[in-house]
C-alpha cells in the first residue's frame, strides 16, 4: 500500500507541476536551478536522501556531517546558478554595492577566519553562505522575476508536502524521528519536526501570495478554478503543521499571512515601523526574560512552552562573557565544533550542535561586533522594506512579502538558529532582502496609475538594468 501511495503523489506532485508550466509561460527552465537548490534545503541532503533510515537526534535537533557528494551538489547549483544570472547579464559589481550592509556582514565574517579553529571549515561555510546571493541572482534575472520566485516556492510544495503525508504514514523510516529519549516526532521529507514547520511556514506564505496574485481582476468563482491547487497544497500544509506541533511556525504563518492579506490602512509608515520595533525588541525580552516574566510569559505559554523555553535557556546559561570573546567570537560557524561547544556539550550530557537562537548563535561567531551588524541589516533592509510598501499601490503585494519574510526571520530566529545558516529561512531572507536594482522600482508619476500588469512588465526586464 504504501508504495501505491507513494505513486500516486508522485504522480499527482507531477501533474502540478506540469500545470504549474504551462501557466507561468515568462519562467525559463533554469529556474529548475534554483528550485531544486531549495528542495534539498528544505529536505535532507543528498546524502541523507540515499542513505535514509531511522534518524535519531538530540531533543534539540542535530545537524548533519558534510560529503563530498553534498559539496559538489552545492558547488554545481551555485555556480550554475552565478553562470545563468551573469550570461543574462547581471553585474555583480552593482548587486555588492547595492547592498553595503549586507556585504559589510559577510566581510566582517570573512575576516573572522583568522581566530576561527576551523578555518578551512568556516571558509567552505561563509562560501556556500554567499553563493545564496548568486541563486537569488538567477531568478531575478528571469523575465518575470517575481512570477519566477513564487514558480520555485510552489514547485518545492508540490512535490514536499505530499511526499511529506506518505512518508509520515507509510515510510516511517524516513517520515519520522526520534529523539535521545525515544520520543518520536513526524518529520516528513525532513529529519527534525521543527524543520518540517519551517517549511510549511515558508511554503504557505508564498502559496497565499500566488492565490492573491491570481485574484486580481477574478470573480470568485473563477478565482477557486484557477487556485484550486494552490488551496489543496495549503490544506496539506495546516495538516503538517498541526503533525508536526511546531509552535513557532505556526505563530510565524499567522503573523506573515496578516502582513501580507493586511487592509491598507494597517500598511502605513507608523504600524509597519512599529512591527518592525517590536519585532527587533523580542530578543532583548527574552534574554531578559526574568526581568520580564510578567510581560512575556502569557505569550509563550500560550505558544505551549514554557519560560525555559523548550529547554533552550539550560543552552544560553552555559554561554557566558568568558565561553568566546564577546568581542569578536569563535569565528564563523566554528564554535560548536570546538572546544567551547564540546564543553557545553559535557556539561549538558547531551549533544548541544548550536544554541537554538539565531542571536546567541551570530553572537558566538562575531561577538557583539557581529550581532551589531546583524541588527543593522535588518533594520536598513526593514527601514527599505517599509518605503516601498508606502510607494507602491496596495494591490502590488511584493513589498509586502518581502516584509513578512523579514519579520518571520526575526521572531523565528528566537528559538531556532536560521541566521547565516544556508536553509530555507535563511535562503528567502536572501531573496527578499538582496537589492538588486531595478527589481521593483515604480516611478513616482505611475504610483496611483500603474495597473497589476504593467507592475509586473516593469520589473521583467531587471537583466538589461543590473
Same mark, same amino acid.
Given at each position: 500500500m504504501g508504495h501505491i501511495a507513494l505513486g500516486m503523489s508522485l504522480v499527482f506532485s507531477a501533474w502540478l507541476l506540469v500545470k504549474d508550466s504551462g501557466r507561468r509561460k515568462g519562467v525559463s527552465l533554469a529556474v529548475w536551478v534554483p528550485t531544486l537548490l531549495l528542495m534539498i534545503l528544505s529536505s535532507r541532503h543528498p546524502t541523507q536522501w540515499i542513505t535514509g533510515g531511522i534518524v535519531t537526534v538530540s531533543e534539540m535537533g542535530n545537524e548533519?556531517?558534510?560529503?563530498? +557528494?553534498?559539496?559538489?551538489?552545492?558547488?554545481?547549483?551555485?555556480?550554475?546558478?552565478?553562470?545563468?544570472?551573469?550570461?543574462?547579464?547581471?553585474?555583480?559589481?552593482?548587486?555588492?554595492?547595492?547592498?553595503?550592509?549586507?556585504?559589510?556582514?559577510?566581510?566582517?565574517?570573512l575576516v573572522s577566519v583568522a581566530w576561527s579553529?576551523?578555518?578551512?571549515?568556516?571558509?567552505?561555510?561563509?562560501?556556500?553562505?554567499?553563493?545564496?546571493?548568486?541563486?537569488?541572482?538567477?531568478?531575478?534575472?528571469?523575465?518575470?522575476?517575481?512570477?519566477?520566485?513564487? =514558480?520555485?516556492?510552489?514547485?518545492?510544495?508540490?512535490?514536499? +508536502?505530499? +511526499?511529506?503525508?506518505?512518508?509520515?504514514?507509510?515510510?516511517?523510516?524516513?517520515?519520522?524521528?526520534?529523539?535521545?529519549?525515544?520520543?518520536?516526532?513526524f518529520t516528513g521529507v525532513t529529519t527534525q519536526k521543527n524543520s518540517l514547520g519551517e517549511i510549511v511556514l515558508l511554503f504557505s506564505l508564498f502559496l497565499v501570495w500566488d492565490c492573491m496574485e491570481a485574484r486580481q481582476g477574478k470573480k470568485l468563482g473563477k478565482w477557486m478554478i484557477a487556485t484550486w491547487d494552490r488551496l489543496m497544497l495549503l490544506a496539506i500544509g495546516l495538516r503538517l503543521l498541526q503533525l508536526s506541533q511546531s509552535k513557532t511556525a505556526l505563530l510565524c504563518v499567522i503573523i506573515g499571512v496578516f502582513l501580507i492579506m493586511r487592509g491598507? %490602512?494597517?500598511?502605513?509608515?507608523?504600524?509597519?515601523?512599529?512591527?518592525?520595533?517590536? =519585532?527587533? =525588541? +523580542?530578543?532583548?525580552?527574552?534574554?531578559? #526574560?526574568?526581568?520580564?516574566?510578567?510581560?512575556?510569559?502569557?505569550?509563550?505559554?500560550?505558544?505551549?512552552?514554557?519560560?525555559?523555553?523548550?529547554?533552550?535557556?539550560?543552552? %544560553?546559561?552555559?554561554?557566558?562573557?568568558?565561553t568566546v570573546n564577546p568581542?569578536?567570537?569563535?569565528?564563523? %560557524?566554528?564554535? %560548536?565544533?570546538?572546544?567551547?561547544g564540546y564543553a557545553i556539550s559535557l556539561a549538558m550530557r547531551t549533544v548541544v550542535p548550536n544554541a537554538h537562537c539565531g542571536y546567541v548563535d551570530i553572537y558566538l561567531d562575531g561577538g557583539i561586533l557581529g550581532l551589531v551588524l546583524m541588527f543593522a541589516v535588518l533594520v536598513t533592509y526593514g527601514q527599505s522594506m517599509i518605503q516601498r510598501i508606502s510607494q507602491t499601490p496596495v494591490t502590488f503585494l511584493y513589498p509586502r512579502v518581502e516584509f513578512a519574510v523579514l519579520i518571520i =526571520?526575526?521572531?523565528? *530566529?528566537?528559538?531556532?538558529?536560521?541566521?547565516?545558516?544556508?536553509?530555507?529561512?535563511?535562503?528567502?531572507?536572501?531573496?527578499?532582502?538582496?537589492?538588486?536594482?531595478?527589481?521593483?522600482?515604480?516611478?513616482?508619476?505611475?504610483?496611483? #496609475?500603474?495597473?497589476? *500588469?504593467?507592475?509586473?512588465?516593469?520589473?521583467?526586464?531587471?537583466?538589461?538594468?543590473?
Open positions: 548533519a556531517g558534510g560529503s563530498a +557528494l553534498d559539496a559538489g551538489f552545492f558547488f554545481i547549483t551555485i555556480s550554475a546558478s552565478f553562470v545563468i544570472a551573469t550570461y543574462r547579464g547581471m553585474k555583480w559589481t552593482r548587486i555588492f554595492t547595492a547592498n553595503p550592509v549586507l556585504m559589510a556582514f559577510y566581510a566582517y565574517f579553529g576551523d578555518p578551512s571549515g568556516s571558509i567552505k561555510r561563509l562560501a556556500k553562505d554567499f553563493g545564496l546571493i548568486f541563486v537569488a541572482g538567477a531568478i531575478f534575472s528571469e523575465r518575470s522575476p517575481l512570477e519566477a520566485a513564487r =514558480a520555485v516556492y510552489f514547485r518545492c510544495a508540490a512535490v514536499l +508536502l505530499p +511526499l511529506s503525508i506518505v512518508f509520515i504514514k507509510y515510510f516511517p523510516d524516513y517520515g519520522r524521528a526520534y529523539t535521545v529519549t525515544g520520543d518520536m516526532m491598507k %490602512w494597517l500598511a502605513t509608515k507608523f504600524f509597519n515601523r512599529f512591527v518592525l520595533a517590536g =519585532a527587533l =525588541a +523580542l530578543p532583548f525580552l527574552v534574554f531578559f #526574560s526574568q526581568q520580564f516574566s510578567s510581560v512575556i510569559e502569557p505569550v509563550v505559554k500560550a505558544l505551549g512552552r514554557n519560560m525555559t523555553f523548550t529547554g533552550r535557556t539550560d543552552i %544560553w546559561q552555559h554561554i557566558t562573557a568568558s568581542l569578536i567570537g569563535a569565528g564563523f %560557524w566554528n564554535f %560548536w565544533g570546538g572546544p567551547g =526571520a526575526i521572531i523565528y *530566529n528566537l528559538s531556532e538558529s536560521t541566521f547565516a545558516r544556508i536553509g530555507p529561512i535563511w535562503f528567502t531572507a536572501i531573496l527578499m532582502l538582496v537589492n538588486f536594482p531595478g527589481r521593483v522600482k515604480v516611478a513616482s508619476s505611475e504610483k496611483k #496609475s500603474l495597473t497589476p *500588469n504593467r507592475f509586473q512588465q516593469s520589473t521583467s526586464h531587471i537583466h538589461q538594468v543590473v
